[in-house]
């Protein structure tokens, strides 16, 4: 669905379910930009967009030879200009280069500012929990929209008019992502902490969404407004004690043997997800999602037998030491007894539903945007960098998530050469695996310039010249022809 722009003054806003129907068609647009979809006159290998811009760049993975499957290898060796310009293989041609896109992002803006001046202005149609649950919505997904689009280009333009989108230079990253959190703020206890109709829990934006967003937001700026990161980390902890404390029971870690479960969407350990179910015909593009890189043939049945995605076993050992215990290796993972070819080790985590029994789909799971362990793992990292009183804070929430995970508890100096935070940062890529995160914490934790950690590092010149961003398309110039592209990727 699409939301109804052309209809979007007076004429439009007569009923609760004009507002509902609108929000909804935000979240589709938001939906498409990001996970494209499968079906009669669509594309269905149109974009891979988390998977290229959060799990495979600068990652310790390879594609494999057969099928064009070098974009893991070009995103793994932070060749973007090649990724996004000249590989042009079979069908993946063009796909990468929509990512440079931010076109779409900011349609999806400026629907998000109509929609706040209309719940804004309305006096006479909404209920006031209505009122605040659309404007929470709205809120949240235009600063969601913001922050992506700052992860990925850096300095970008900043508006929230609404009929009145003028062209606007590019503005500093930080600020920008300052005046997210205010605006998040005018809004964030007024959503609700759930919804009763399981439809719409994690499908839509909660308190939890917002609570979550925020915490991202403020260790994102800590990586970038070092003079003030104690600020920030400070405030990702608050955050993350409203949200760990004051939740009413409406979030909760599920047993470590119903993750399929998770991932299937709507349960209390969602925060923010999208939504996928082939029963009622939504599908993601068959090329969008990370398991269709991470499985081969029984659980992929078109005859694969090798993964597209094949990752450093080196690296895979460094997560999952053989000396200690972890239920998530073998629960999430799984390969051939003496097989050590990279491909042929599969990440099942995501393995659910087919459509039809023999075809090749991929799973039917929803995409985690957030989920409650990035929450709790970020408060803990945000204790742990505060130190003094707050360490042994930053240990508990450490082994919450393990504990779930039938994993060893923190010892102090359990790995040799590395810390408390360290321990954390792990912890991140194993529970967080295949769900768009890792690049992104290599770039604001500055473990990417660091070869101890990143498997394909960033120099620090070229840090500072714009190489952890993605290129911009020219085409944003015609729609603003002052403003300037990343000129790294030029």
């Known amino acids: 669905m699409n939301p109804p722009l052309a209809l979007s003054g007076n004429n439009f806003w007569k009923t609760t379910d004009d507002f509902d129907q609108y929000i909804a068609g935000l979240y589709a647009k938001f939906r498409r930009k990001t996970m494209g979809q499968s079906g009669p006159g669509l594309d269905c290998c149109d974009i891979q967009f988390f998977p290229a811009v959060g799990d495979f760049r600068c990652a310790p993975v390879v594609g494999v030879d057969a099928g064009g499957r070098a974009y893991i290898t070009l995103a793994a060796n932070n060749d973007l200009k090649t990724l996004t310009g000249s590989y042009n293989n079979n069908y993946w041609s063009g796909t990468f280069g929509r990512i440079t896109e931010w076109g779409p992002f900011y349609d999806i803006i400026a629907g998000c500012n109509i929609m706040v001046d209309a719940v804004t202005n309305d006096k006479d149609v909404l209920r006031k929990d209505k009122r605040d649950q659309f404007l929470g919505e709205a809120i949240f997904l235009r600063n969601l929209v913001y922050f992506m689009m700052a992860r990925l280009y850096g300095d970008i333009p900043y508006y929230t008019n609404a009929f009145n989108r003028n062209a606007e ?73 409203v949200l760990l404390t004051q939740n009413n029971g409406s979030y909760q870690l599920m047993p470590i043997t119903q993750m399929h479960e998770v991932f299937k969407g709507g349960t209390p350990e969602s925060l923010f997800e999208i939504r996928q179910n082939l029963n009622t015909g939504e599908r993601f593009g068959l090329f969008a999602s990370f398991a269709d890189n991470v499985l081969t043939a029984p659980y992929k049945p078109n005859g694969t037998t090798r993964t597209y995605a094949g990752y450093n076993p080196a690296f895979m050992q460094q997560l999952f030491p053989t000396n200690k215990n972890d239920l998530r290796w073998s629960l999430f993972f799984y390969q051939p007894q003496g097989n050590t070819d990279p491909h042929r080790l599969q990440c099942i985590k995501f393995l659910n539903i087919y459509a039809v029994p023999g075809e090749d789909v991929n799973p039917d799971d929803c995409q985690m945007i957030f989920r409650l362990p990035d929450a709790i793992l970020l408060q803990a990292e945000a204790c742990a960098n505060i130190g003094g009183a707050k360490k042994q804070k930053a240990i508990t929430l450490l082994d919450m998530v393990r504990k779930r995970s039938g994993a060893d ?75 300037r592209l990343n000129n790294y990727w030029q």
């Open 169 to 241: 230079p590019r503005q500093e990253m930080v600020p920008v992502l300052q005046k997210c959190l205010a605006d998040l703020g005018t809004v964030v206890n007024n959503m609700p902490w759930t919804y009763i109709d399981p439809v719409d829990k994690g499908a839509r934006a909660m308190r939890g969404s917002a609570l979550d967003l925020m915490m991202n937001i403020n260790m994102w700026c800590a990586g970038f407004d070092k003079e003030n990161k104690e600020k920030y980390w400070k405030q990702t902890d608050s955050l993350g004690e």
């Open 409 to 483: 508890l923190y010892v102090e100096g359990e790995t040799p050469g590395l810390d408390l935070s360290d321990a954390i940062y792990y912890e991140r890529c194993k529970e967080l695996f295949g769900e768009g995160y890792y690049y992104f914490d290599l770039v604001r934790t500055g473990r990417i310039l660091d070869p101890k950690f990143c498997y394909h590092p960033i120099s620090e010149n070229d840090f500072a010249l714009g190489a952890w961003t993605w290129p911009i398309s020219s085409s944003a110039l015609t729609q603003n022809p002052g403003m």
